[in-house]
């Protein structure tokens, strides 16, 4: 009997990409806002060029935020530290653009609809900062039940990152970006056919030895010899040269990788960002909320894997949907599971913001390598297993 091979792929790109230094600025921005007042309403949105950085949005906080030291520190953590690379710390250009979050858009955030109706409870304070939809994902096939292409592209892109700050690699530049194609026999994922990697380097190096450093220092490195096969494809630096890159090479703009943000197009995507939003804003607390969700279902062994959508109303705290589908995995129906998710998981964003304890300066650490996935993310820990099946069993 034949076998049904398919395949997948999912990239993932380093900090120095351009689009990432956006969302590392950003996020950055956020952290000093919220470590000056937990309440600061921020919307950030960073833009760059050759030579430029351009920070805009919305900013409602207590505290004084020094924008231009903050784009400069993070562009020198990020390695962009000498004019040669098209874009440094010290020379590029800083403009801001700031305004007040709107008081439409607060009016709801501030009092949701349903406390406004004389409902009591507490976590009616706050409505969800927009309307949309967000999903959550989890499933069995890595430690970090997380699909296995998109954990491999990020390992591999921040072991790019790893071994140029750490000095074993003086050649490797900041941009940079992986490409996993897994192959999945019969719904499992078996081994890996394709690995794409592409850095940005010094004009000094041949291809030749790059290619050779990449594969042995990266991608051997990276992905375990298991998954490995005498027909997987290498390519390094396909085109043959990566010198100009970063913000020289493309312009950049905060949320422009948001499948990279996230499952690596396993999962379906609402098409909101995270990056430079805070918590009151559920585009992405409540995709972290739903991911949270997601895990402890699967951790629990109701399903092997499961994909959940939630939508909200602006200005409304109780979602207006919520709906799961475990992919003929769950060892219950997706009634029963949905219906223990509305009894152990509270979706409203005061809920969501207490539970996880979002209005702490902890984002600049998502904003490369995923949002999903990293142990030491709140929304990441299995807290509410037993909960789960005590709820499922009853």
Known sequence: MSKNVVLFSSESVTEGHPDKVCDKISDSILDAALALDPNSRIACETCCTTGLVMVMGEFTTAGY?????????????IGYT???????????AVLTTIDEQSSDIAMGVDKAIEARDGQSDIADEIGAGDQGMMFGYACR?????????????????????DVRKAGEVDFFRPDGKAQVTVAYVD????????????TQHSDAVSHAELEKTVIEKVIKAVIPAQLLTAETKFYVNPTGKFVIGGPQGDSGLTGRKIIVDTYG??????GGAFSGKDPTKVDRSACYYARYVCKNVVAAGLADRIQLQVAYA?????????????????????DSILSAIKK???????????????????????????????PDFAWEKLDRVDELKQVINK
């Open 65 to 77: 935020i020094d924008i231009p030291k903050i784009v400069r520190e993070t562009v020198k953590e």
């Open 82 to 92: 000498d004019a040669s690379y098209g874009f440094d710390y010290k020379t590029c």
């Open 141 to 161: 096939e890595t430690e970090e039940l997380m699909p296995l292409p998109i954990t491999l592209a990020h390992k591999l892109t921040k072991k790019l990152t």
């Open 187 to 198: 719904g499992v994922p078996s081994y890996v056919d394709t690995v794409v990697v592409s």
């Open 265 to 270: 197009g396993m999962c379906p995507h609402g």
């Open 314 to 334: 602006i200005g409304k705290a109780n979602p207006v949907s919520l709906c799961i589908d475990t992919f003929g995995t769950g060892k219950y129906s997706d």
């Open 344 to 374: 152990v998981f509270d979706f409203r964003p005061y809920s969501i913001i207490s539970q996880l304890d979002l209005r702490r300066p902890v984002y600049s650490q998502t904003a490369a390598y995923g949002h999903f996935g990293n």
